[in-house]
């Protein structure tokens, strides 16, 4: 069974801190992503890797930074957490192919981090 | 610039009905369109996806159609429950070149309550 799981559930740091967060995959996936859910604001897309030690920015990527040193894993770092980073973190993963299923995303469960 | 809608931000329907939910999209031309579930406080989870030449997905109770002219997806839920509640998200898929190819962009997504 595909699972990508995140380090935390809930989270709760300091403006200031630095934070981390991590997720991991055991589908063996090219593609792992990050998201931010907010109210009203949807999904949104902050950086994305299609292979190891490569990302790209995605919609959002201001703040933070991510990396990735093995296929498995993909974390997401912010500098310097403010209090406009409370949301819900959301990880996925996909293939990398030529098929539909490449596009199928996996999430994990979520981090919901509070900043205060 | 590229947009998502979906129909409404809530559907109440009593339960054996069908629900019908809507995404429209502009300025996009994606190759595949994909329907997620998510449940509150939980990653989304994929239910289908359907390609630019199909009309219609069926899977069990769900059905999906695609109009590339209308630029428009439905998402029918017939025999509806009340575990059929929850947020129902569109993602036009398969939009960009190379590692691009893979990021989704989500539509806001349609608050689905069945109820008993």
């Known amino acids: 069974d595909v699972k990508v799981t995140q380090s935390s559930r809930y989270l709760v740091k300091r403006t200031g801190e630095k934070v981390f967060l991590e997720c991991v995959q055991d589908m063996d996936h090219e593609n792992m992503f990050w998201y931010r859910q907010d109210p009203g604001l949807g999904l949104r897309l902050i950086y994305f890797?299609?292979?190891?030690?490569?990302?790209e920015k995605g919609d959002i990527p201001e703040g933070y930074s991510v990396s990735r040193e093995k296929k498995e894993r993909f974390s997401l770092i912010l500098e310097s957490a403010s209090t406009n980073q409370t949301s819900m973190y959301l990880c996925?993963?996909?293939?990398?192919?030529?098929?539909?299923?490449?596009?199928?995303?996996?999430f994990g469960p979520g981090t919901r981090l509070t900043v205060t | 610039s590229q947009k998502i809608e979906q129909n409404s931000e809530a559907l109440n329907i009593q339960e054996g009905k069908t629900a019908t939910l809507t995404c429209n999209y502009t300025?996009?031309?994606?190759?595949?369109l994909q329907w997620y579930r998510q449940d509150p406080g939980r990653g989304p989870v994929f239910l289908l996806l359907i390609r630019e030449n199909e009309k219609e997905k069926r899977k069990e109770r769900l059905k999906v159609t695609f109009d590339t002219t209308l630029k428009q997806s439905l998402f029918h839920i017939t025999a509806s429950q009340p575990a059929d509640s929850a947020t129902y998200l569109c993602?036009?898929?398969?939009?960009?070149?190379?590692?691009?190819?893979?990021?989704?962009?989500f539509g806001k997504g349609t608050l689905l309550t069945v109820n008993p």
């Open positions: 890797s299609y292979d190891v030690k490569m990302k």
């Open positions: 996925a993963s996909s293939l990398r192919g030529e098929t539909a299923a490449s596009y199928e995303q996996y």
């Open positions: 300025n996009y031309s994606p190759a595949y």
């Open positions: 993602a036009p898929t398969g939009v960009g070149s190379g590692g691009s190819n893979y990021k989704l962009t």
